[in-house]
């Protein structure tokens, strides 16, 4: 799940400096996500690939510097200009992308436990898996409650603004679920430990239902008004979020029960995450279908590079560990192969958007006054 651009399609370059300050939003999250994925994804691989594991651990550092720069870039900005800050959290389109930090949060988290005690020992990458995935489960369960609150007393919404991005304030929690599932085995015996594996199944439900509903909606604007604009054509690619961390989700889950209750109950939560994933899996592989087929229509007639061009990284690293969980919990070698395929193509996705963007970050091109109201939409067969 990415950043949507709501600069305009050709936004004019800005200086280094107070100009850009003042007008980075919440999308700039977007990077750690996606960067913070490739290493989550790779370190949980069902093949091990030499080098990999290098690889890995260098990657999660970069994601884990990006996040701790723009946490201090977006705290000054909010120092600094309030105002515009406060403009961001009232824009159609941009205030949905608050949920991208506490995502940010959750992924580094994810990180810390599964690459970090290699590098910086076991006891300081669980303590600070635990600082970074408190603070996103918090802020994710904030903007799963403040956003579609603005949207159903404040934000003016068409009935055909429905994108991507409207997943962004939902989905954090079940990112949350995944990390917590992952702390379990970090956790004492107990009344605790249960409870994490309850709220984690709560908060898988709390996005999935929401999901499906704002997936219902994007589908709907699809048949009826066909595509919008060319910017916001990658954000279909976050519909694949939600559906690739459900069934992450779900595996991790299932996996950590035998240990917390009773051997009835595990049974049928391990089952549940080969029921429910593999039909997910199936409406996935469908989305991919779409989505590529639309995006690929779209760059034929020119799509300009945008900030939203990070939703082809970690809604395609969340399908890669949710098919790792499928080839763990069934043993097929397809899921095997599906999982490692689709690793190598988050990698080239991923080393061309952060390319672009480090280019067009350098230049100014990137920032920009978010739109004033939404992307115009239509059916139209040139477009």
Not at 103 to 108: F, K, N
Not at 356 to 381: E, I, M
Request: hydrophobic share 55%; proline share 8%.
């Amino acid at each position: 799940m990415a950043a949507d651009d709501p600069a305009p399609a050709t936004p004019s370059p800005v200086t280094p400096g107070v100009e850009v300050l003042g007008r980075i939003g919440p999308n700039w999250f977007a990077l750690v996500m996606g960067t913070g994925i490739v290493a989550t994804a790779g370190a949980i691989l069902p093949v091990r690939i030499p080098g990999l594991e290098t690889f890995v651990d260098v990657v999660w550092v970069i994601s884990a510097v990006i996040l701790v720069v723009l946490i201090l870039v977006v705290g000054l900005h909010w120092l600094r200009h309030p105002t515009v800050a406060r403009t961001h959290a009232r824009n159609p389109q941009m205030a949905h992308f608050y949920g991208a930090a506490p995502m940010a949060l959750s992924t580094v988290a994810a990180g810390a436990i599964l690459v970090g005690p290699d590098l910086i020992g076991e006891r300081v990458a669980i303590d600070l898996a635990w600082v970074l995935w408190t603070a996103g489960l918090i802020g994710g369960l904030f903007t799963a409650v403040s956003i579609p609150y603005l949207m159903f007393t404040q934000l003016n919404v068409t009935p055909d603004a429905a994108f991507g991005g409207w997943l962004m304030p939902v989905v954090p929690p079940m990112v949350s679920a995944a990390g917590g599932a992952l702390l379990i085995p970090h956790m004492a015996p107990g009344t605790g430990r249960e409870t994490m594996l309850y709220g984690c199944y709560a908060m898988f439900g709390l996005s999935l239902v929401t999901s499906l509903i704002i997936i219902t909606m994007i589908w709907s604007r699809l048949v009826l008004y066909g595509t919008s604009g060319s910017a916001r054509i990658p954000t279909l690619w976050i519909v694949l979020g939600p559906l690739g961390q459900s069934i992450t989700v779900a595996g991790l889950l299932g996996a950590q029960a035998g240990a917390v209750v009773s051997p009835e109950l595990a049974q049928g939560m391990a089952v549940f995450g080969v029921l429910f994933g593999v039909p997910v899996w199936g409406f996935a592989v469908l989305w991919i279908a779409l989505a590529l087929s639309l995006t690929v229509r779209t760059m034929r007639r020119g799509m300009p590079f945008a900030l939203t061009w990070w939703s082809l990284t970690f809604p395609v690293g969340t399908f890669v560990t949710g098919t790792t969980q499928l080839a763990a919990h069934t043993g097929l070698p397809a899921f095997e192969v599906a999982a490692v395929g689709c690793y190598v193509v988050l990698l080239g996705t991923w080393l061309l958007v952060a390319v672009r963007t480090a280019g067009g970050g350098l230049r100014g091109q990137l920032f920009g006054p978010p739109a004033s109201g939404p992307v115009a939409v239509g059916k139209d067969p040139a477009r």
